[in-house]
């Protein structure tokens, strides 16, 4: 409607060469009436069927059955035995007849005879007419009949004497029964929807021209062009001033080597000389380093001629995805400057690292306190600490070596070696799985100063350390004397600490080369 009316407003304006008015006011109308009613919906579909009546309520129970024919009587009982015949007495005279005598007293009760068989059902009575399985009443007078007593006392007898079956099992699925007759009528349906709106009515006449309209206000300023093409060239300008000095060039490549040069002149003969290989001395011109582990909580102090680097504390072997890595404990790398559970973390070639895994671990000395395998993991790092030995790492000039005795004696030094300290033949632990290290016997941390079980900690990715059952160490043990050919000291078991110190395991001594 408003593009027709548009269409001829602009036919109108070509043809009279009028501006376009501005627009007119909204014009008042009044209000048209109601429409008609729309007609009637149509016919609603058919209701679903109305919800099957249920069902009826249970019948009263027929009357009881006739009672049943009594059973046949049951065999008669043997005769007992013949007493002694009596001796023949004489034949009396008849005498008179004897007054009619007073009747006896009642006899005694006999015994119940045998029961006799199991009589036939009997036939089943017709359905009854009150329903009641226990009221027996005459339909005639509505008295008790002989029957109701006699029906109570056979329920009493049946409730006390029989003994009840078991459960049987469920009966066959029965017969589906018939199928429902048609559900009644439906309830009348709902209204239909209001119909659809009428068609839109015919446009209107065409309005009469409007006034002139004002000038329109000042329109906003536009987009800003497109950048122009660069204009043409300057006037150069004067001479600038002398730069500063630049920077210090980097070093040229390194000249490639030269070419080898003449021989000199042989030389003078020296002085004879003189070989003397037992009396060799050695000089102090080399530095050794060592590692000594206290397995207390105090840092242990270094040997004699020998100076501290650091102190730390005692670490054994690390593990990471199944795989060990174990540390000399003679060596400098057995002693970490500070502690932490997990001072090693996991990378991949993704550019990714993970710190404290679940599957990596950490192993160190430990310290001799009670030990208990049933208390939970320590997470604290301040209650897991007093645990772990401390260390001292030392450098001397002179060589070190330990030496085993396999006896419960620890051994001498060689020849112009001294004593550092004596101690315990150690030699590896084992964890879980294939996880474990070992030491190198000739190196000072094959020499623990001190022997007590556990010997080691373990700390896990989690954050937690504790003892395990299943951590191993292994010692050197002593030389047990033969008395029998073939395999002997096998299967020998030590309990109790002071009985291993004594009989079990090993004793050395790390001993240091004597310098001028």
């Not at 050794?288 to 504390?313: K, M, N």
């Amino acid at each position: 409607y408003m593009l027709k009316k548009q269409q001829l407003s602009s036919g109108i304006n070509a043809e009279y060469g009028g501006e376009t008015g501005p627009k007119g006011e909204p014009g008042v109308g009044i209000k048209g009436d109601s429409g008609v009613n729309g007609s009637p919906g149509a016919q609603g579909d058919k209701g679903e069927p109305g919800i099957d009546g249920r069902a009826g309520d249970k019948g009263d129970t027929g009357a009881t059955g006739q009672k049943g024919d009594t059973g046949p009587e049951g065999p008669q009982g043997a005769t007992g035995n013949a007493g002694p015949q009596g001796p023949v007495g004489q034949k009396g005279e008849v005498g008179p007849q004897g007054d009619k005598g007073n009747a006896g007293a009642d006899g005694q009760k006999g015994e119940v005879g045998p029961d006799g068989p199991k009589g036939e059902p009997g036939i089943a009575g017709p359905p009854g007419e009150d329903g009641s399985i226990i009221v027996i009443k005459n339909p005639q007078t509505g008295d008790y009949t002989p029957e109701y007593y006699i029906w109570i006392e056979l329920i009493s007898n049946v409730l006390n004497q029989t003994t009840l079956a078991d459960k049987g099992e469920p009966g066959v699925k029965g017969i589906e029964g018939p199928k429902g007759s048609k559900g009644e009528v439906g309830p009348k349906g709902t209204d239909g929807l209001d119909g659809e709106p009428g068609a839109a009515g015919q446009d209107g006449s065409p309005g009469t021209n409007g006034l002139n309209g004002q000038d329109g206000a000042k329109g906003e300023v536009g987009p800003m062009g497109e950048k122009g093409e660069p204009g043409l060239d300057g006037v150069s300008g004067a001479k600038g001033e002398k730069g500063d000095a630049g920077r210090k060039g980097a070093a040229g490549i390194k000249g490639q080597k030269g070419a080898k040069g003449e021989d000199g002149q042989k030389g003078a003969l020296g002085p004879e000389g003189s070989c003397t290989p037992d009396d060799y001395s050695p000089c102090n011109c080399d530095t050794h380093i060592l590692a000594r582990h206290s397995q207390t909580g105090e840092v242990p102090d270094c040997p004699a001629d020998f100076e501290s680097l650091w102190s730390g504390y005692s670490l054994v072997f690390f593990e990471g995805n199944g795989y060990g890595l174990s540390q000399d404990l003679g060596s400098a790398g057995s002693c970490l400057e500070d502690f932490q559970l997990m001072p090693f973390m996991q990378c991949s070639s993704s550019d990714v690292c993970r710190h404290g895994v679940r599957t990596d671990k950490s192993f160190w000395l430990a310290v001799d306190m009670e030990t208990d395998y049933t208390i939970k993991p320590m997470v604290n790092i301040d209650v897991i600490t007093p645990h772990i030995s401390r260390c001292n790492v030392c450098v001397g000039t002179k060589y070190v070596l330990a030496r085993h005795s396999f006896t419960a004696v620890a051994p001498d030094c060689p020849a112009d070696f001294s004593p550092l300290w004596e101690g315990y033949s150690y030699v590896m632990v084992t964890s879980s799985g294939t996880s474990g290290g070992g030491q190198d016997l000739s190196s000072a941390g094959s020499c623990l100063e001190k022997f007590f079980l556990p010997t080691f900690i373990e700390c896990l990715g989690r954050g937690t350390c504790s003892y395990y059952i299943n951590n191993l160490d292994y010692w050197l043990a002593q030389t047990q004397e033969q008395t029998q050919p073939g395999m002997w000291g096998m299967g020998n078991v030590y309990s109790g600490i002071e009985d291993i110190k004594r009989q079990g395991v090993a004793r050395c001594t790390v001993c240091a080369r004597n310098s001028l």
